[in-house]
């Protein structure tokens, strides 16, 4: 469960100029992993409580990183007001008392934020509507993750109806939630449709990479190996624009460690990649 242990990025810039369209990069599997161990380390012990907590912290993540890229069109008062909310649903949680000096709202609990995370999201809604108001129905169901987590499925299951840059998310949301159910074969068959299109907002390595997390579930080895084994090679043999070797991402290093661990032979089949040197030649 290790991997499956990734908080989201702090959003600094929630409610600035988004940038130009792309697909995010791994956003769930790089500088997040500490402070996911340190909500997983308060967690143990709480049996399925671990996997729905992490699963919640993960599609907060993933739609920070959307707002950022399709906010164009939506006012500064509409933007500031979903960055206020973004960075409250990703504000501290401890117990511990705070620095006089210290400015930061945190929280005793996860539930206590995401209450009072939803709140503000809704007053998004309220206020503002447009895309401003969509981007917040979405943080809005992942939040109710830690709150009421059969009302977020259905809102998911909503939002995830047609082919929108929400509803690509609230798949991968609603196929996190099925894996969490062990629901494998429903959360196999979202990820692949996921797979299948050609922007799924998603980083594809990311998509692939639970594809064949759910086959090592339910004993498909090979097909395991195969999916795993695509992501490291693809990697390992991309380039840069300058024909260097691209460096591999954290979701194809972990690729290849399960291919060395499942089928070690053929871990033989991953180009290695020559170290890059430290003058930049």
Do not use: C, H, W
């Not at 008392?97 to 309220?126: L, M, W």
Request: avoid cysteine; hydrophobic fraction near 40%; aromatic fraction near 6%.
């Amino acid at each position: 469960m290790a991997r499956k242990k990734r908080r989201f990025e702090q959003l600094e810039a929630a409610a600035s100029a988004p940038q130009e369209k792309k697909t995010y990069v791994d956003p769930l599997q790089s500088r997040v992993v500490p402070r996911v161990e340190r909500v997983g380390e308060r967690l143990a012990g709480k049996g399925r409580t671990i996997l729905y907590a992490i699963g919640a912290l993960i599609l907060l993540g993933l739609i920070a990183f959307f707002v950022l890229r399709s906010l164009n069109k939506t006012s500064s008062a509409a933007q500031a007001a979903l960055g206020k909310a973004i960075d409250t649903s990703q504000a501290q949680v401890t117990d511990a008392p705070q620095p006089p000096t210290s400015t930061d709202k945190t929280y005793k609990t996860e539930q206590d934020r995401a209450n009072a995370a939803i709140q503000q999201f809704q007053q998004v809604i309220d206020q503002y509507g447009g895309a401003a108001g969509e981007k917040a129905k979405y943080f809005i169901a992942v939040n109710e993750l830690f709150t009421d987590r059969a009302k977020a499925i259905q809102d998911l299951e909503q939002l995830a109806n047609g082919s929108s840059d929400n509803a690509k998310l609230a798949k991968f949301a609603l196929a996190q939630t099925r894996v969490e159910d062990n629901r494998l074969d429903d959360a196999l068959a979202l990820y692949q449709e996921l797979a299948a299109m050609d922007d799924p907002i998603i980083a594809k390595d990311t998509i692939n990479f639970q594809i064949a997390q759910i086959y090592e579930k339910q004993g498909k080895k090979d097909q395991a190996v195969d999916a795993y084994l695509n992501i490291a090679k693809t990697a390992a043999e991309a380039k840069d624009p300058d024909g260097k070797p691209a460096r591999m991402s954290q979701t194809a290093q972990d690729a290849k460690k399960k291919v060395q661990e499942l089928a070690p032979d053929r871990a033989k089949e991953i180009p290695e990649q020559e170290p890059s040197s430290p003058f930049g030649e």
